[in-house]
């Protein structure tokens, strides 16, 4: 177990997660061999390359975990008015605390159904992606691509922070990052008996 106080990491180095995707190039010069995730993740935050932050941190979270800091984040972005609340997000939102098969097929359906255009058309993938077979009931089973859940969750957090106040992202950023490290603290939904 990792001694950065990131319990919910399973990674030990920075590496490791970062062997997962692709980080930009100012980012890339920061990575060391011995850096822990919480080190790595603090000095991406301090240089303020919060979108590779963000990326960071939703491939070192589980699935489960991502998806759900990525709920918290739209639902962060979309404020007080419940109108802005999606049926994929609400899907998703479902998924993270009920996560069985017929609730992650659902998430599918409602991020299609939203033409996959939104934030929460995006959690409703990264909670389809999560595991299971991604083919049709019934058929050969196919796994989902390993980095489609923090992929989809990221983007997410993304979109989430500029679609309304664009000029407003790097704040939200902050906060989004924030949310994700309150995770990353805790420990696994597992180990409590979730």
Not at 65 to 83: F, K
Not at 110 to 135: D, V, W
Not at 154 to 174: C, H, N, R, S, T
């Amino acid at each position: 177990m990792p001694t950065d106080g990131f319990i919910n990491i399973a990674a030990t180095t920075a590496k490791e997660v970062c062997s997962r995707f692709k980080l930009e190039s100012g980012a890339q010069g920061l990575l060391k061999d011995d850096q822990t995730p919480r080190q790595f993740l603090e000095l991406l935050i301090e240089k303020e390359l919060y979108l590779d932050a963000i990326r960071f941190l939703a491939f070192a979270l589980p699935s489960r975990e991502v998806v759900g800091w990525a709920c918290l984040c739209v639902r962060h972005a979309m404020g007080q008015d419940s109108a802005k609340i999606t049926a994929a997000q609400l899907a998703a939102e479902k998924w993270v605390s009920d996560p069985t098969e017929g609730n992650r097929r659902a998430a599918m359906a409602a991020a299609g159904a939203e033409e996959y255009k939104t934030p929460g058309a995006c959690l409703g993938m990264a909670s389809f992606f999560s595991g299971g077979s991604i083919s049709q009931p019934g058929l050969q089973p196919v796994s989902p691509p390993a980095h489609a859940t923090p992929a989809m969750a990221a983007g997410a957090i993304m979109l989430a922070a500029v679609m309304e106040q664009p000029e407003k992202a790097q704040d939200k950023y902050k906060i989004f990052l924030q949310k994700g490290i309150t995770i990353a603290q805790r420990a696994p939904r597992g180990s409590r008996g979730n």
